[in-house]
């Protein structure tokens, strides 16, 4: 290797390491050090321990947040598939409304169903019409799933899409002149070439949906708290604990990463990722 | 209702639409009169803004015909005012530990002012800059909160109580006491405070102990009271209660009298009960944080909304009780009257208790109790 070339690369690559230690290392740090030394800077372990007794939010979050992304899953997988099979034009016009909601603000979205599924909302309304209901939907933890799965689904659609759109139509010729039906293709074909587009799926939407706060606070009515409920307490809310968000923040990491790690070991045979 | 909540939605995003095309003022010229114009000439141009941190839904906007006080008041002196909002006492307390914020001008209530006095955290004002202090009622005046009248010039006043939906609910007001949010009869149909000391409030005064108790055993029985409640809550909201009540999402509600008016006034079928079982009365007071750059210009802002025809704007417009004598005597017959916005001082005298801070021990277990009574099942 050139040795110049090298350093080239470097400077190229300063502004984004700068940016990197500035914006992700030292408040990564800032957070474990509020995590670990209470207010007269003394190392305590209090804070992590305390974390202990929500351990029942911690369940309640993963699990809420993995049915999310499943249900995401089961319904991105086959869309993407479908538009990835669609003629150029469509795809993109496609594209387009998949990404619609997107450009209205995630608060305003959510607050939209807020006012379909209460008591005397808009879809509580027109069953009554045929007699039915009214049914409690507002502030359940279903409620809370489906503006995940609502607010989260293009990030699956997106990266399934971008992987599948990549597999060529002759492999799929290939599996049926070998023999192969259309079920048989999907699963022998397409599921094994699109694992990296589901894996990178997978994380964008469990990620931001295990943390998320917003979503459980309009749509769970506050008493189905979530994990970043719990944190937004600590820091903006009605319980001011900087240390114990922070010990809650650095804990929900951890768990975060063995999941994800755990996930990429299931699928280790596979090297190259897609990541969007 | 539905329908029309959902067009009020729509309504909206078609107005901030507007807005970004250019927002012409909707409002005519000034129909309020200030006392000494003169008094506001100061910053006339010196281009200077102050940042105003203030409950949400808590001074006139504009909307529905009323006067936009910051408006007005860039229009009198020059000062542009940047406005945003909270939810409650400890967002604020909150948002100004982190240190992050850069406010002028804070609305806190009693006990987190003198809260705030005991970590200095508030500015002290210079009351010569504030003429209009004179015309505030002497009973808010050397106020516990700040007994030197050294941090603070009161804005509104008010009580809580009980907003019910008398379509739905078939109790005669009588009978309605801070109990019914307790009744596993109307399970989910109870809208519950999402703020820890007007939660415990409640509580505590269900149990029969002070609202400003500090004992350690009285404040885990009231944690394990609003744990009880929990199961049969629809929801902790703040202001959302605007929207849950006037849709008829609820039955009951916990809230300040003052938005009770308002709600009141739009929606016929809502009612309101001052509990007999006794209840908190408050007084929301402006303050200067700590740090504020423009103190002078904040201090022209509080002078600005206690002259009398200004504060009788927010009066009206909000629904809260005004401290202001000089207002209170240019208020409707029917206002002052009513019997909510200002109750009778025997049942302010017997029914009603000042919240004071708490330890700093007290207000941690409370707010650890808060963590746990939300987390809990």
């Known amino acids: 290797m050139d040795k110049k070339f090298n350093i080239g690369q470097k400077l190229v690559a300063s502004p984004y390491i700068v940016w990197v230690a500035v914006f992700v290392v030292v408040p990564l740090l800032m957070v474990a050090y509020f995590a670990f030394f209470g207010d007269e800077g003394k190392f305590t372990l209090e804070y992590i321990k305390s974390v202990g007794q929500y351990s029942d939010i911690f369940i309640r979050s993963i699990w809420m947040a993995a049915v999310a992304t499943i249900i995401c899953l089961l319904i991105s997988y086959p869309l993407a598939f479908i538009l990835s099979r669609m ?24 607050y939209a169903w807020m006012t379909l599924l209460g008591n005397e909302g808009l879809i509580n309304h027109l069953l009554g019409m045929i007699g039915l209901g009214p049914f409690k939907m507002l502030n359940t933890v279903g409620a809370v799933i489906l503006g995940m799965i609502y607010n989260y689904l293009p990030y699956m659609i997106l990266p399934l899409y971008s992987v599948m759109e990549k597999i060529d139509p002759s492999v799929l010729e290939a599996a049926s002149d070998l023999g192969c039906n259309r079920i048989k293709a ?6 094994p070439l699109s694992i990296p587009g589901i894996m990178s799926g997978i994380t964008m939407v469990f990620v931001p949906a295990i943390s998320t706060f917003i979503i459980s606070r309009m749509l769970g009515g506050g008493g189905n708290m979530l994990i970043g409920d719990l944190i937004e307490m600590q820091f903006l809310g009605n319980a001011y604990n900087p240390n114990l968000g922070a010990a809650i923040s650095l804990v929900l990491m951890v768990i975060v990463l063995i999941i994800m790690a755990a996930m990429h070991q299931l699928d280790s045979s596979d090297d190259d990722r897609v990541l969007l | 209702m539905t329908l029309k909540r959902f067009l009020t939605v729509f309504l909206a995003g078609c107005i901030f639409a507007g807005c970004l095309t250019g927002c012409g003022s909707n409002k005519a010229a000034a129909d309020i009169s200030v006392e000494d114009t003169e008094y506001y000439q100061k910053f006339k141009d010196d281009g200077i803004s102050i940042n105003v941190y203030n409950w949400g839904e808590y001074i006139p906007d504009g909307a529905d015909g009323s006067v936009n006080i910051n408006e007005e008041f860039t229009k009198l002196t020059g000062i542009k005012v940047n406005y945003s909002t909270y939810a409650t006492n400890e967002e604020l307390y909150a948002k100004l530990k982190a240190g992050a914020a850069n406010y002028d001008i804070i609305i806190p209530s009693d006990y987190m ?8 955290m508030l500015e002290e004002i210079n009351m010569d800059n504030i003429p209009n202090y004179k ?14 009248e050294r941090y603070s010039v009161p804005y509104t006043w008010g009580t809580v109580g009980i907003i019910y939906d008398k379509d739905t609910v078939d109790l005669s007001e009588d009978e309605i006491d801070w109990d019914v949010l307790w009744n596993s009869e109307y399970k989910d149909d109870i809208l519950m405070f999402d703020n820890p000391r007007d939660a415990f409030a409640i509580a505590e005064t269900m149990l029969g102990y002070s609202l400003n108790t500090e004992d350690e055993g009285e404040l885990r029985a009231s944690a394990e009271k609003l744990k009880e409640q929990k199961s049969i809550v629809q929801a902790y909201v703040m202001d959302e209660i605007f929207d849950k009540m006037s849709a008829g999402e609820a039955m009951f509600a916990p809230y300040y009298a003052g938005d009770a008016v308002t709600l009141m006034s739009e929606y016929d079928n809502l009612g309101f009960v001052m509990p007999k079982s006794g209840t908190n009365l408050f007084v ?30 927010i009066a009206e417009y909000i629904g809260y009780s005004t401290p202001n004598a000089a207002t209170f ?3 409707d017959d029917e206002i002052k009257n009513d019997g909510i916005s200002y109750p009778d001082d025997e049942y302010l005298d017997m029914h009603t208790t000042v919240f004071k801070n708490l330890s700093p021990e007290a207000n941690k277990l409370m707010q650890d109790l808060w963590t746990e009574i939300k987390s809990d099942k």
């Open chain 2, 135 to 148: 015309h505030i009622m002497d009973k808010f005046k050397k106020v516990e909160y700040d007994v030197e």
């Open chain 1, 186 to 191: 999907m699963f022998r074909v397409v599921v």
């Open chain 2, 329 to 331: 005597e240019l208020l």
């Open chain 1, 87 to 110: 003629s150029k034009k469509t795809q993109s016009t496609m594209l387009m409304i998949v990404m619609l909601p997107m450009w209205m603000n995630f608060l305003l979205r959510t």
């Open chain 2, 113 to 120: 002012i003198s809260r705030m006095i005991s970590e200095d």
């Open chain 2, 284 to 313: 929301d007071a402006i303050c200067i944080p700590k740090g504020a750059k423009q103190k002078e210009a904040a201090e022209m802002y509080i002078n600005f909304l206690t002259e009398p025809e200004v504060a009788l704007e």
